[in-house]
């Protein structure tokens, strides 16, 4: 057990190390000031301490959801199609449903938007405004380097992040057509794609930056 939890430590030593190193980002405030773990109703935990359910960033003002390993509607895997409550495509995605009482875990198809209502309605860490991040907002979490086969993220902060594709709220009209800016956040690749295909999403909460 204390060779696990000098093994933690060490790993968000170094993410956070990482994480300084990232452009765009003023040193206004250390790493260990930076970041604050929040459990589902809000409350601040110290930062090797868990479970939690969503991170603050305070340099930033930002909240960033906390993906879950277990499948229901915040399963780190589920897939969207891109969509808000005026524009897009809906339910193109697939994602786990967590229903009570049975044995087995559903899969349904399902939009961002899907996400970002149950987010809001079931207020995450106390929030009910979770949206989609825009492309300055998610690059402001990434790393600029990591170690090989690992996502461009803080690890232990945001666990359970996936080699893929990840939806932002930039869009345009492209010939006739409406697409949209996604980063992946395994080799920090972007790319606009029709509202149609899918990606995965984290969502976010605060003022739009």
Sequence with gaps: MQQSFHLRALLFAISMNLL???????????????FVKKQMDGKAIA??????ACVEDKQTGLH?????PNENPQYA?????????????????????????MAWVEYQTCDAQDLIDHL????????DDWRLPSAVELRSIMLKHSYPGERLLPITLLPRMV?????TSEYK?????????????????????QTANVANVIAVQGNRK
């Design 163 to 167: 080699h893929s594709p990840y939806w």
């Design 20 to 34: 300084a190193c990232t452009p765009e980002r003023p040193p206004s405030l250390t790493v260990q000031d930076r």
């Design 120 to 127: 809001n309605q079931n207020r995450l860490c106390g929030l």
């Design 173 to 193: 009209e492209q010939d006739g057509r409406l697409i949209v800016q996604t980063i992946h956040l395994g080799n920090g690749d972007e790319f606009w794609t």
């Design 47 to 52: 930062l090797l301490e868990g479970p939690w």
């Design 64 to 68: 960033w959801e906390v993906k879950s």
């Design 77 to 101: 895997y589920s897939t969207y199609s891109w969509k808000t409550p005026e524009l897009g495509s809906d339910n193109g995605g697939s994602c786990a449903v967590d229903r009570p009482g």
